[in-house]
């Protein structure tokens, strides 16, 4: 346990960071996820309807440090092929 006051306070600030890195990696999977279903299902215009969305917070979740940039490149790469590919 912590006993000097910066380290409680750190902690603190840590469980608040935690707290909202566990919400936006959520909302990631999600926005994911419901990209994939739609193109699952074959739903080009639900797809390119919530392409632009899925981008953007895939870009925000790189910049917020939730996910690495390369690997926000290939999300955004492969999600592009997919609706490509039943276009």
Same mark, same amino acid.
Not at 22 to 45: A, F, G, P
């Given at each position: 346990?912590?006993?000097?006051?910066?380290?409680?306070?750190?902690?603190?600030?840590?469980?608040?960071?935690?707290?909202? $890195?566990?919400?936006?990696?959520?909302?990631?999977?999600?926005?994911? *996820? =419901?990209? &994939?279903?739609?193109?699952?299902?074959k739903? !080009?215009?639900?797809? $390119?309807?919530?392409?632009?969305?899925?981008?953007?917070?895939?870009? *925000? =979740?790189? &910049?917020?440090?939730?996910?690495?940039?390369? !690997?926000?490149?290939?999300?955004?790469?492969r999600?592009?092929?997919?609706?490509?590919?039943?276009?």
């Amino acid at each position: 346990m912590a006993n000097t006051f910066s380290a409680l306070k750190r902690m603190r600030q840590t469980k608040r960071k935690t707290v909202v $890195n566990r919400l936006r990696k959520s909302r990631l999977r999600h926005q994911i *996820r =419901s990209m &994939r279903r739609l193109l699952e299902h074959k739903d !080009t215009k639900g797809a $390119n309807d919530a392409l632009p969305a899925t981008f953007s917070l895939i870009d *925000r =979740s790189a &910049r917020w440090g939730i996910i690495k940039k390369n !690997t926000a490149a290939r999300y955004k790469s492969r999600l592009q092929a997919r609706l490509k590919a039943i276009a």
